[in-house]
């Protein structure tokens, strides 16, 4: 019975190695490989967004995209995706290459192509690519004739294709220059068969789009049309590669999370991914960033995500195409689709969720399993530095909080292991008189704890309750955006970035290019400093009686600074300063109960 429980520390012990292994030893390795541009997960700004139009469609109805008036034949475009993944005009050349309508908000900038009325141009005016306040904006869309267009697009489909409904070659007339929060623009088309088409473009101050797509109907007949909107991108993206973070298409249809990594749809022939819901979104995420159309919230739809191939370059869309809509003579068609394209901020998308009744839009972050831990402690922080100023602080605090929360039962646990640490002597005799005959040491060693009242696995809860926490909290330093860029005291200028100093440069007192194969041994200062209040925790525990488990034991620190130390400095702060309030806790029980605490 005491092999079994040691043996279940031990496998909890080393199930969190193998987790964070794995993110060490194989993910670490992809991402570094790309820390320069993705360390903070920025699109690039010239060519890591992007897209055409698929193929494949969501209904019966050709697709967005999938009809030659509605798609881009991007071999036409001059520089577009058909030309190459890396080649094209530059961003500013592709702006110049037909009118636009500015778009400036206290968030964004960017512009609306009149040609084919589509949003492709729109840099995030708060977020920079690093560290630096003068490097370049986060651009998020990028415009057609880029080697990597990105862009939305709203507009509609006719169940008589001998219908005239605005196409990519389109040129829309605008009764504005500037899309402002307080100025939204209307684009017009006639298509001289007496359909007027508009589309009212407002935005709000953060990231919202609405555009009501309208049509009046001035000739003789009923016509029936489709709504459709579509977010779609060429060139598959540098990822992550994290398994903790999903990247690539996805969106709440009938009321359930949908995720679609692009290697699922560029590599597996699978076809596209078709849904039949009523309301929802859906979209493309990064990291960091979103562009997820909106639709209608009671209008019923075919919603897919597609890809398709243009001279060996992938292109990935999200789309929805709403129920035909008749349009009697004399008559007016109106509807309201929206556009979110900007960062994921928590707050924001749940204040969307409500304001617009979007379907568990907070999801557009990557919470996880431990959602219900995950969201609490990421408010929890952004309460504590609401009142302290600083993240790093809040995580201090809300350390405190958690330990005070699960106080009685870690008091519990910590006399547990004193009563154990106390019977050491006893344990040891044992150990040299029944050393040869493992059976009776244990039966011996049972009928110990059983009179002097020892549960051997009672100092086993507070890690088992630290786990789920650890986990929830590393996926709030890494997901979330309002960790990005967030400043600690000192050297940590980043939370959600490794500790930038390391042994090799003498944590920053001899600065120099230390080579990728020797990064694994460039430990930062805060990684040390955990693996030292580790070490020191242990010393204060109860020591296993198996030479071998001890041994492991005793290496478990050093491991453990290994792994953390390409982990979020944030949650090795978290960590260490967690290990200084267990010493703390567990000296002074010691020292009430009489156990010498070494």
């Not at 979209?283 to 209008?299: M, V």
């Not at 042994?503 to 430990?523: E, K, R, S, Y």
């Not at 005793?554 to 982990?567: D, E, R």
């Amino acid at each position: 019975m005491m092999t079994d429980q040691k043996n279940l520390v031990l496998a909890i012990v080393l199930s969190v190695v193998i987790l964070m292994g794995y993110q060490f030893f194989y993910a670490k390795p992809q991402h570094d490989k790309q820390v320069a541009q993705q360390a903070t997960q920025q699109p690039q700004p010239q060519g890591q967004s992007g897209t055409g139009q698929p193929a494949a469609g969501a209904s019966g109805v050709q697709a967005p995209g999938a009809a030659p008036q509605l798609g881009v034949d991007t071999s036409t475009v001059a520089g577009g995706a058909g030309a190459g993944a890396d080649t094209g005009p530059t961003r500013e050349a592709a702006l110049k290459q037909g009118p636009r309508i500015k778009i400036n908000s206290p968030t964004l900038t960017g512009s609306i192509a009149l040609t084919g009325g589509r949003i492709d141009d729109l840099s995030l005016k708060k977020y920079r690519v690093d560290l630096d306040p003068k490097s370049p904006m986060v651009e998020l869309l990028q415009p057609i004739g880029t080697a990597h267009p990105y862009y939305a697009e709203f507009g509609w489909l006719p169940a008589d294709k001998s219908i005239k409904t605005p196409t990519a070659t389109t040129v829309w007339t605008a009764d504005g220059s500037e899309l402002t929060p307080n100025n939204p623009v209307i684009l017009r088309w006639d298509n001289g068969e007496g359909l007027i088409f508009e589309q009212v473009v407002a935005l709000d101050d953060k990231y919202m789009f609405s555009v009501t797509q309208r049509v009046r109907n001035s000739g003789n007949g009923s016509v029936t049309l489709l709504p459709y909107g579509l977010v779609s991108r060429t060139g598959t993206p540098k990822t992550l590669g994290f398994y903790i973070l999903h990247e690539g298409l996805l969106g709440v249809l009938d009321d359930s999370l949908h995720e679609v990594k692009y290697k699922d749809l560029a590599e597996k022939d699978e076809g596209p991914k078709r849904f039949e819901t009523t309301g929802g979104w859906l979209g493309i995420t990064d990291k960091y960033w979103l562009a997820a159309i909106i639709p209608d919230q009671k209008a019923h739809m075919q919603a897919s995500f597609n890809s398709g191939k243009n001279n060996n370059v992938e292109k990935y869309q999200a789309d929805f195409l709403i129920d035909g809509r008749p349009v009697a003579p004399g008559g007016v068609l109106e509807v309201t689709n929206r556009l979110f394209a900007g960062a994921k901020q928590v707050p924001l998308l749940d204040d969307y969720e409500t304001l617009y009744n979007i379907p568990r839009f907070d999801l557009a972050v990557d919470f996880g399993w431990f959602y219900f831990l995950t969201k609490p402690i990421f408010y929890a922080l952004l309460w504590f530095e609401k009142y302290l100023g600083n993240i790093g602080l809040a995580i201090l605090a809300l350390t405190v909080s958690i330990k005070a929360l699960f106080f009685p039962l870690a008091n519990k646990s910590y006399r547990a292991m004193s009563k154990m640490k106390a019977l050491q002597p006893k344990m040891q005799a044992l150990k040299e008189r029944y050393g040869d005959d493992r059976q009776r040491m244990n039966q011996e060693l049972m009928a110990l704890y059983k009179k002097q009242g020892v549960n051997p696995a009672a100092g086993c809860l507070p890690m088992v309750l630290q786990i789920p926490v650890f986990f929830s909290l590393y996926k709030v330093l890494f997901v979330t955006i309002e960790m990005r860029h967030a400043p600690f005291y000192g050297w940590i200028h980043d939370l959600s970035a490794p500790d930038p100093l390391g042994l090799l440069t003498v944590f920053g007192l001899f600065p120099w290019d230390v080579p990728t194969a020797l990064h694994v041994v460039n430990i930062g200062l805060w990684p040390l400093i955990m693996g030292i209040t580790m070490f020191l925790q242990q010393r204060l525990n109860p020591q296993p009686a198996d030479p071998i488990q001890a041994k492991i034991f005793m290496f478990m620190p050093i491991v453990f600074t290994f792994i953390l130390a390409k982990f979020p400095a944030g949650l090795v702060i978290y960590w260490a300063w967690n290990n200084v309030l267990s010493m703390a806790q567990q000296w002074v029980i010691m020292r009430r109960m009489g156990v010498k605490a070494t």
